[in-house]
T-cell receptor
Framework: GAVVSQHPSRVICKSGTSVKIECRSLDFQATTMFWYRQFPKQSLMLMATSNEGSKATYEQGVEKDKFLINHASLTLSTLTVTSAHPEDSSFYIC?????????FGSGTRLTVV | AQSVTQLGSHVSVSEGALVLLRCNYSSSVPPYLFWYVQYPNQGLQLLLKYTTGATLVKGINGFEAEFKKSETSFHLTKPSAHMSDAAEYFCAVSEGTSYGKLTFGQGTILTVHP
């Protein structure tokens, strides 16, 4: 139980385009979803916290207009990287807060060329 | 504010040797502490967590950690390393709740050599 499915696992996009990453909680309701970013050989940095039906709360220094987060249902949250640039290349991981604590997605490797 | 410091970005042990990964935290309220393992290009898997109660916490794959409030530490140990333990390990803290936002340490890469 407590599985979070994150897609895509890898994506390569051209600079200037937008990319959407999905996280679905398969067998539980995730009232809160956390989105993290991880640079190579570095730790996870929290980008934003989203609660179902509410606007996301972004951490200091994270551009809300660039990283759009939607949490429209208790089982789905999306992160859209808008007008992506090479410096947005990173590993993005979601984490859902549920009855068994935190469950992490498997991550998305974004490469912007 | 909460923070986590992992001492040693790289730890190397021989197969069968003791594994010790160090974690110190800072929290203004009673902390909830976690250890996660990450394999390359994958998400995080929970090894163990401390919420309340017994300070020695046993986790999966033979790992355990002890919460020491006086030392603000939560070191991770395993008596005998296995090759499959090679991965990156993260210590994390959540303030006052097991469902709030996590703050992660910098990570420790564990290498196990034959």
């Amino acid at each position: 139980g407590a599985v979070v499915s994150q897609h895509p696992s890898r994506v390569i996009c051209k600079s200037g385009t937008s990319v959407k990453i999905e996280c679905r909680s398969l067998d539980f309701q995730a009232t809160t979803m956390f989105w993290y970013r991880q640079f190579p050989k570095q730790s996870l940095m929290l980008m934003a916290t989203s609660n179902e039906g509410s606007k996301a709360t972004y951490e200091q220094g994270v551009e809300k207009d660039k990283f759009l987060i939607n949490h429209a249902s208790l089982t789905l949250s999306t992160l859209t990287v808008t007008s992506a640039h090479p410096e947005d290349s990173s590993f993005y991981i979601c984490s859902a807060s549920g009855p068994k604590g935190y469950t992490f997605g498997s991550g998305t490797r974004l490469t912007v060329v | 504010a909460q923070s986590v410091t992992q001492l040693g970005s790289h730890v190397s042990v021989s197969e069968g040797a003791l594994v010790l990964l160090r974690c110190n935290y800072s929290s203004s309220v009673p902390p909830y502490l976690f250890w996660y393992v990450q394999y390359p290009n994958q998400g995080l898997q929970l090894l163990l967590k401390y919420t309340t109660g017994a300070t020695l916490v046993k986790g999966i794959n033979g790992f355990e950690a002890e919460f020491k409030k006086s030392e603000t530490s939560f070191h991770l140990t395993k008596p005998s390393a296995h090759m499959s333990d090679a991965a990156e390990y993260f210590c994390a803290v959540s303030e006052g709740t097991s469902y709030g936002k996590l703050t992660f340490g910098q990570g420790t890469i564990l290498t196990v050599h034959p």
